[in-house]
């Protein structure tokens, strides 16, 4: 589905996390899950910035979390946390590796 690797360095780099290169994506996930439940408990603040920051809308949040009641939220987030920064990991690759045969295109 993803680079795991790509998506650790993006993590690291954007949210200066130390996350360890390596893991398997199952790892990641469940890295991300106990974080995100962490702040579920203890800073709920510090959860929503990152939603915002990582581009998740609530509506996708409350959604997910009443078609799957019975799911681990931490895990659901961690799965909107890694697809969204997959997502934009390859808009910013197909930009990058666009045809810019002139500035009028681009425009």
């Known amino acids: 589905m993803y680079d795991t690797e ?3 360095q993006e993590l690291n780099g954007s949210f ?3 996350l360890a ?3 398997r994506p199952e ?3 469940e890295l991300l899950a106990e974080n995100l439940n962490r702040w ?4 709920f603040n510090a959860l929503l910035q990152f939603l915002y920051r990582i581009d998740i809308s609530e509506t996708r949040v409350r959604s997910l979390l009443k078609e799957e009641p019975n799911e681990d939220a931490g895990r659901l987030l961690a799965k909107l946390v890694l697809e969204r920064q997959w997502q ?3 808009t910013r690759q197909q930009f990058r ?4 045969s002139s500035d009028e295109e681009r425009w």
């Open 27 to 29: 790892e990641l996930e």
């Open 21 to 23: 290169r390596g893991l």
């Open 40 to 43: 579920i408990l203890t800073d």
């Open 97 to 100: 590796s666009g045809d810019a």
């Open 88 to 90: 934009k990991m390859q």
């Open 6 to 8: 790509q998506l650790i």
């Open 16 to 18: 200066g996390w130390e």
